[in-house]
């Protein structure tokens, strides 16, 4: 599989095998539209099940328990509402605090028996009351102002790198669209959000914009010198950047998904480790939207921002008209067909190393050189 | 390779340290532990009024807010503090709390009023404000003595950055001779040298010296910072307490005609004795200079407003005007005078061990898996890279050892604790890690696709590796500062790990892939390509012409291509172009011939 892989990515680079993928970016666009749009129904129509830490909620204290075993309070909880996270504590040496997120009061008569029931405690050893949320309104104002200068920094750190704000722009929309999908996805699974979900969030913040730039890095690699030649077109060199980012952009998402996924699906549902399910959910779908809008949101929308640029959409016309003239094969569509993006489209070639020079024969193996 | 020696002296020193800690200090051999895993102290404060009245919800969520101040300030411990039916506060400390901490948490929070003595700047080197030196130079325009019917002061606030000065220059200074023995409170007398010394040193600019809950002696002069370490304060001796305050509120400024403007005040209703005692000071400070013409409100040792006083207020109704003052902080600050306005004191209900909300067994399955996960990565990476793949894996071995020691440095250095979302950090930064040699790698790929030797190959590809890697690790490190200046509690312990790993990512991949990958590429084993090496030119070239020295070409053996001459690479002599042509002829004739000679020989389509 592995040399299959290989030349697959030999195949992308030296352009023989090529995705069109802003070629085709419309058809992207209207896809990840789509899903937003299913993000913003679910959010809207079910909207989000904030957790204990935002909303306050139920504590219960049981007194005098002899078996002090976590797994029996969070068991009463989730037997009563199952979309509960419990949180629970040993308090002092013979007491269990159990908090859980908005129950009616009937789920807190019930789950006042459960616990009862299950530590083989009187009832009135169980005690209930209300706590008010611990990640309170200041700290989620600080966060979101904390996230917007975020934003408008990286705005202009990307503006300065790579000279262009279109980039920036794409880039802080593929992370919107990334958010949204996470957060919808949240929406329809149902899961609390707690702050460690939210804090998964702002970790998907950073892995978008990570890739993104890695990605416009290879694209503004390939198309530094776009201007000085006339083969090919501003489109078509960003595409050879994004078929050569690929194969990484794969590799990278496996690696980074993997340790999530495993925690997910492997951790959560059939160890059952609970607490840890929300957190993995927003790293694990975030980072797949992550990946998937650098390459087919953040990349497209920036060529289809440049195009627009005077001196890019001369250059491109420039370019196919020369096509023409050469009798290069144009499909119906009008898009050139059978145009291969070379690997290295410009550059001259550069030192090879000392070892690729001509050598007396003989003596030692080439790629040996025992000084 | 000798950075890979400096690597690994950093790396032993660093241990080094910690094991000394160890035997010297209190430092332990693995990362302390936030309350979410670990568990720690939970106490429960009832806030109590001396009156016997009951407690409002804002007062509670002023308390709350106080706490966190205090609590947050003392470090990353991520303390989690709530409310608990409408009437206690939860406090929740990882760990075995010091005394130090304990009291902190238990102390009743105080508001008092003490007449300025002067302001500067928030750091600890800036020159100090002598009376003379505060200049009046930003004075506002707005916001002066309006002729007001009913006979309220109005005052400017000045604990925003740029203000300390007032509309009304008053230029008579009346307090030019300095007499022995302070008589007033705002006397100068106070300003001895060892006050200013201790003003000087004050830096308002390090959150630990903005945690508040100073026990400050009411008849001794203070030096304070306000909130946001934007200013600092020398203050005298209290004139008036916060229960001489009857109420506080906010609302829209009264015009002249009993018009209402769109400006924001706070109201101030001062009780019979406190009516007396604030006319005292006003009509004091009404002539002085700025800054004696100030009084600074001072909750929980820290100076949440310095109005500067524009007329005697005799009637014990004052407003606080002026400036930046907007509806929200307006509303904080008119909370703020209310809460101080209480005499409140916390009495400590509880104070119990509490374990971890995290289960054992639930982290412990959560590990498994983790684990699991970073399994399935290293059977990826070398299924990916073959032998190559060893050096991704001994690389994140480095970046864990690295990040391991440094957050137990950490935690005993600066009290970090790692929580929950810290662990997520981690867990993602594997991927963000393991990104920056692949990036690396497939780079070193691209170039050996080129044809390039592998030493060469090495070199060319960490150049253009690298630029990518900074930029990347740099927006990710941008991030984690901004959400760790901004952000409190969970935020912050996230922003720090996220922080910590992306530097040691940068670390490890300039001080050890780059290098290891240097020298590996001396050894036959990947200089010669063998086939597990993951570098095997044979397997990475497909297209092009490769040169592959001694005056020798490689040519893809691919069934049907036309000639390719490579627009950038070397010209093919006369003779290969006759040779690849009749090859292609040999070929299946079903491809469009590009015809060899002519400039568009490029177009070689499948």
Not at chain 2, 207 to 228: M, Q, S, Y
Request: proline share 5%; aromatic share 6%.
């Amino acid at each position: 599989m592995a040399a299959g892989f290989a030349q697959w990515g030999n195949d992308l680079y030296s352009g023989k095998r090529s995705y069109n993928i802003v070629g085709h970016r419309n058809r992207w666009f209207l896809f990840s539209g789509a899903l937003v749009a299913l993000a913003v129904t679910f959010l809207l129509a079910r909207g989000l099940n904030s957790g204990i830490e935002f909303r306050g909620g139920s504590q219960f204290l049981v007194s005098n328990v002899s078996n002090t075993s976590q797994q029996i309070a969070t068991d009463a909880v989730i037997g009563v509402e199952r979309a509960a996270v419990p949180l629970v504590s040993l308090v002092g040496g013979n007491s269990v605090r159990v908090q859980a997120g908005d129950l009616t009061a009937d789920q807190v008569t019930a789950v006042r028996s459960a616990l009862a029931s299950g530590y083989g405690v009187a009832t009135s050893d169980v005690t209930s009351t209300f706590i008010g949320p611990s990640w309170g309104a200041d700290v989620t104002q600080k966060a979101l102002r904390g996230l917007v200068i975020f934003l408008v920094l990286v705005a202009i750190v990307m503006t300065l790198y790579f000279r262009d704000w279109r980039m920036a722009v794409a880039a802080l929309v593929a992370l919107g669209h990334d958010l949204i999908l996470t957060v919808g996805v949240y929406a329809a699974v149902g899961f609390e959000v707690t702050p460690a979900g939210v804090i998964g969030l702002l970790t998907i913040l950073g892995y978008s914009i990570y890739d993104t730039v890695v990605v416009f890095d290879k694209v503004r690699e390939n198309t530094a010198g776009v201007a000085d030649q006339k083969r090919h077109t501003y489109a078509e060199l960003a595409n050879l950047a994004l078929n050569q980012t690929l194969v990484r952009s794969i590799n990278t998402s496996v690696v980074a998904l993997l340790p999530v996924a495993a925690i997910l699906f492997i951790g959560s549902f059939l160890l059952g480790a609970g607490t840890l399910r929300d957190i993995a959910l927003a790293l694990f779908v975030g980072m797949i939207a992550g990946t998937f809008s650098s390459i087919f949101i953040a990349t497209p929308l920036q060529v289809a921002l440049r195009a627009r640029e005077r001196g890019i959409a001369e250059h491109t016309t420039a370019v196919l008209q020369r096509r023409v003239a050469a009798g290069v094969a144009v499909t119906a569509s009008g898009v050139p067909a059978a145009i291969t993006v070379s690997a290295a489209p410009l550059h001259a070639g550069g030192h090879l190393g000392t070892a690729a020079q001509p050598k007396r024969k003989k003596r030692r193996s080439p790629g040996n050189p025992k000084r | 390779m000798r950075t890979l020696v400096v690597l690994a002296i950093a790396i032993a020193a660093l241990f080094g340290t910690i094991v000394a800690g160890t035997q010297f200090s209190k430092a332990t051999l693995v990362p302390k532990l936030a309350l979410d895993l670990e568990g720690g102290t939970q106490i429960i404060l009832t806030p109590v009024l001396d009156t016997g009245a009951t407690v409002s919800d804002t007062t509670i969520t002023e308390a709350i807010r106080i706490m966190r101040q205090r609590v947050d300030s003392s470090g990353v411990s991520e303390a989690q503090i709530t409310s608990q039916g409408g009437r206690n506060i939860v406090v929740g400390i990882p760990g075995k709390p010091d005394q130090a901490t304990l009291d902190l948490v238990r102390k009743s929070a105080q508001m008092r009023f003490r007449a300025v003595l002067g302001v500067a700047a928030p750091d600890a080197k800036s020159t100090t404000a002598t009376p003379s030196a505060s200049a009046t130079a930003t004075a506002k325009p707005s916001a002066g003595a309006t002729p007001t019917a009913k006979p309220s002061a109005v005052a400017t606030p000045t604990a925003s950055p740029s203000a300390v000065a007032t509309p009304t220059a008053a230029p008579t200074t009346q307090s030019t001779d300095l007499p022995a023995k302070p008589t007033s409170a705002s006397d100068p007398a106070y300003l001895t040298p060892g006050l200013m010394a201790v003003f000087d040193g004050l830096d308002c600019t390090k959150p630990e010296n903005r945690r508040g809950g100073g026990a400050d002696d009411p008849a001794r002069p203070l030096v304070a910072c306000d909130p946001t370490g934007t200013q600092k304060f020398l203050l005298g001796p209290v004139e008036l307490e916060g229960k001489d305050l009857s109420s506080a509120d906010s609302g829209l400024k009264m015009g002249p005609n009993g018009v209402v403007t769109n400006e924001w005040v706070v109201n101030l209703q001062f009780t019979g004795a406190g009516a007396k005692k604030f006319g005292a000071i006003t009509t004091r400070m009404k002539p002085a200079t700025p800054p004696f013409n100030q009084f600074g409100i001072v909750l929980d040792g820290l100076v949440i407003s310095a109005p500067a006083v524009n007329d005697p207020i005799l009637n014990g109704q004052a407003e606080i005007s002026g400036g930046n003052i907007t509806r929200t902080s307006a509303a904080t600050l008119a909370n703020q005078l209310s809460f101080g306005a209480l005499p409140l004191t916390f009495s400590v209900q509880s104070e119990e061990q509490i374990s971890a909300t995290l289960g054992a067994e639930q982290l412990q399955r959560g590990l498994l898996a983790g684990l699991i996960g970073l399994v399935l990565v290293v059977i990826y990476s070398m299924l990916q890279y073959r032998t190559l793949g060893l050096v991704t894996v001994a690389s994140l071995v480095i970046a864990g050892t690295i990040t391991y020691g440094l957050i137990t440095l950490l935690s005993w250095t600066q009290g970090y604790r790692l929580s929950l979302p810290g662990v997520a950090g981690i867990i993602v930064s594997i991927g963000i890690t393991a990104d920056s040699f692949i990036v690396f790698f497939e780079r070193v790929r691209d170039e050996l696709r080129e044809g390039r030797t592998l030493l060469a190959a090495i070199e060319q590809g960490w150049e253009r590796a690298r630029r990518t890697i900074l930029a990347a690790d740099g927006v990710n490190f941008l991030a984690a500062v901004v959400l760790y200046f901004l952000g409190v509690g969970g935020v912050r312990g996230f922003a720090y790990t996220l922080g910590l790993t992306t530097i040691v990512d940068l670390v490890v991949v300039f001080t050890f892939t780059h290098p290891v990958l240097r020298l590996l590429a001396r050894t036959p084993f990947f200089a010669e390509g063998h086939k597990f090496s993951g570098l095997d030119p044979n397997q990475l070239v497909s297209a092009g012409a490769r040169y592959r020295g001694r005056g020798q070409v490689a040519r893809p053996a691919l069934a049907g291509a036309a000639p390719q001459v490579a627009d950038d690479g070397p010209r093919l002599t006369i003779a290969e172009r006759r040779a690849a042509a009749a090859r292609a002829q040999a070929a299946a004739d079903g491809n469009d011939a590009a015809d060899a000679g002519s400039a568009s020989s490029k177009g070689s389509d499948n």
